[in-house]
């Protein structure tokens, strides 16, 4: 999509809302504002997220309410809990028997995943390998199979949950494909009271029907970003100069370092595809939340770009750290 100068206007009202959305979700849910920003930033990227965490830490309440307040529609949004006896056809739709008899093998896939613009995958790690292969397709080309040939699925982003990260080969590429992997805490300890009250308030507002996290913002103000910043504002800033290719030579400096540490020193796989992917998350984190400039803020998402669960703390400790020392 090409963007003329008088469509400022109307990428500006976008980022707007989708940041007013952002302030109105963090009324409802408690010591969660990391993660519904990078919500926002994966839906905008559109790139994949994992939320890791034990049960009952709002993982699916998350991405359950984000969907709501944008006003999606139900076949829009595809849901669902994966087990190691999970069929293809659970998540892209049944076989077409009347279609069969006459010697075609399609799926009729309304309602499933090759129509969901949001997804959520829960337990996503108990998927077998005919899941597996069908899902990295949908992830990194967005599109899916029918009788050998390929279709364009429209999702937007899909949010991923799981209680740990195997260990497993078999799933690298799968964790590689969720560069996002932020981990889901409890919060009695630190709120044992406050959680209670907030909990209880949401329990009554959906027992009364109510939405007030309802917002202006629709998932079509985050592919407007999207394809801003994909088409204008990232082509744009790789053309600066190696030294200020954030736009600052004290954040494109300690950007480099922190990946050379997380690789060199942490030994936390950073290929190739994940060093483009980090860049264009944190740019438009920076677009949406900063008017373009990119500070720490923007560079703590390396603190999710772990590949197993013990990367998760140990890095978000080291950059933490580090970034405290970025001024």
């Excluded at 009250?197 to 629709?218: A, L, Q």
């Excluded at 985050?222 to 088409?231: N, T």
């Excluded at 736009?247 to 942490?266: M, P």
């Excluded at 860049?279 to 400039?293: C, P």
């Amino acid at each position: 999509m090409n963007f003329e100068e008088n469509n400022t206007d109307q990428i500006n009202a976008a980022r707007a809302r989708i940041c007013d959305y952002y302030t109105r979700l963090n009324e409802f849910f408690l010591k969660r504002s990391d993660l519904l920003k990078l919500m926002m930033v994966a839906a905008a990227a559109q790139e994949p997220m994992l939320f890791i965490g034990r049960p009952g830490t709002a993982k699916s309440l998350l991405v359950s309410v984000f969907c709501q307040g944008l006003g999606m529609k139900q076949d829009d949004y595809f849901e669902y809990m994966l087990t190691k006896f999970t069929e293809p056809s659970e998540i892209m739709g049944p076989v077409d028997i009347n279609e069969l008899k006459g010697g075609r093998y399609l799926r009729k896939v309304a309602g499933h995943l090759p129509t969901a613009k949001i997804a959520f995958l829960d337990e996503i790690f108990k998927a077998n390998s005919a899941i597996l292969n069908v899902l990295l397709t949908v992830i990194n080309e967005r599109k899916y199979y029918q009788e050998g040939k390929p279709l364009p699925v429209p999702l937007v982003c899909m949010f991923a949950a799981s209680n740990e990260i195997p260990d497993f080969g078999e799933f690298d590429a799968l964790k590689d494909r969720f560069i996002i992997k932020a981990e889901t805490l409890p919060v009695r300890d630190s709120c044992f009271h406050e959680l209670i009250r907030t909990g209880i308030s949401f329990e009554s507002r959906v027992h009364n029907r109510e939405k007030p996290w309802k917002s202006d913002c629709t998932l079509d103000d985050f592919v407007l970003v999207h394809d801003y910043v994909v088409s204008t504002v990232l082509p744009a800033a790789v053309q600066r100069d190696d030294r200020v290719i954030l736009g600052d030579e004290r954040v494109t400096t300690a950007f480099k370092a922190i990946i050379s540490v997380l690789a060199d020193e942490l030994k936390v796989e950073i290929t190739d595809r994940k060093l483009i992917k980090l860049y264009k998350l944190i740019m438009t984190q920076a677009f949406i939340f900063n008017g373009g400039n990119v500070t720490r803020e923007e560079l703590k998402i390396l603190c999710y770009c772990g590949n197993n669960f013990s990367d998760v703390r140990k890095i978000k400790d080291y950059i933490e750290e580090r970034l405290a020392n970025l001024d």
